[in-house]
């Protein structure tokens, strides 16, 4: 009699244990549920108040994932406390897994370090026009681990963000206006003040071409059979490729109404008769 009642005291005990651990594991599974759906609105609502607020979309997404994500791993802590289990082996682990992970994916962790800055410090947007880890084309898509460009011949180059923020970045788009430049070379005995002139005033008379700051001309070099003309002005830069293009069409049209010579290369040949 005596052995059973040990027996039974023993699964009282059991049971009672059982039932506590029942009643925490259920009250973590509850607010891991309600705190799921609070730490989305949350984040949702908060990059509505961004884009509102005028936040660039990507900047906008890449914090709303991140407060999101913050507010799960505290949730999740949380849980695991209120289940009773021990939450500091738990973090021991995930850190072990994590410092494993990490040494596995250097090469991506870098792509997503540096994805990070260049969406904090944004050297560019989606539809600027840049050069690039030595590509140049026009921003088409931008994740935390590679950037999309569409380049002029309408190729796509997917960029590792790695080699995009280690290198030079240089943004055509981010001042809004482009300097056209571009040189012609004409005849040594052309008169250089008025053929300046001509190229001068046939480019500021483009629609596209900016009043300000005002189409410039100059004597740049003397070659070996002509005298190179730098001819430079500035646009918008969506305007960039017409503009230069039409600047050029403006000048070689207006030199041939004016007679001015663009020089071509030349060579004098000297035959010698031989004697005897």
């Known amino acids: ?13 059991g049971s009672d244990l059982l ?21 989305s609105r949350f984040a949702n ?34 849980c695991a406390s209120f289940a009773g289990l021990p939450t500091a082996t738990l973090l021991g682990a995930m850190g072990a897994a994590g410092l494993a ?10 792509n997503l370090a540096w994805g990070v800055l260049l969406i904090f410090f944004r050297p560019f947007r989606v539809g600027d026009y840049i050069l690039a880890a030595g590509v140049e084309g026009t921003v ?8 999309w460009l569409v380049m002029a011949d309408g190729r796509e180059a ?18 809004g206006q482009r300097r056209v430049e571009f040189s012609v070379g004409v005849d040594y005995r052309t008169d250089l003040a008025h053929a ?34 730098l001819i430079r002005a500035w646009t918008a830069a969506d305007d960039y490729r017409d503009a230069h ?12 109404r004016e007679g001015i010579v663009i020089a071509c290369p030349r060579r004098e040949i000297h035959l010698v008769r031989g004697q005897g």
């Open 101 to 110: 992970l990490g040494l596995a994916l250097s090469s991506s962790l870098s």
């Open 45 to 78: 609502a908060l990059r509505r108040g961004m884009d509102r607020a005028g936040v660039d979309p990507m900047l906008s997404g890449f914090l709303r994932n991140a407060v999101q994500a913050g507010l799960l791993a505290l949730l999740l802590a949380m």
């Open 196 to 229: 300046l002139g001509v190229a001068g005033e046939a480019v500021a008379a483009l629609p596209r071409i900016l009043v300000e700051p005002p189409p410039e001309a100059y004597a740049d070099a003397l070659g070996p059979s002509q005298v190179d003309l």
């Open 158 to 175: 997917v960029l590792p963000n790695a080699k995009v923020g280690g290198d030079a970045i240089v943004n055509f788009s981010r001042r």
């Open 19 to 39: 039932v506590k651990f029942g009643l925490k594991a259920a009250l973590a599974v509850l607010v891991l549920f309600v705190g799921m759906r609070l730490a």
């Open 140 to 147: 088409q898509h931008m994740t935390l681990m590679h950037t």
């Open 245 to 256: 293009s039409q600047a050029i069409q403006a000048v070689k049209e207006a030199f041939n």
């Open 1 to 13: 009699m005596e052995h059973f009642q040990i027996d039974l005291a023993g699964y009282r005990i």
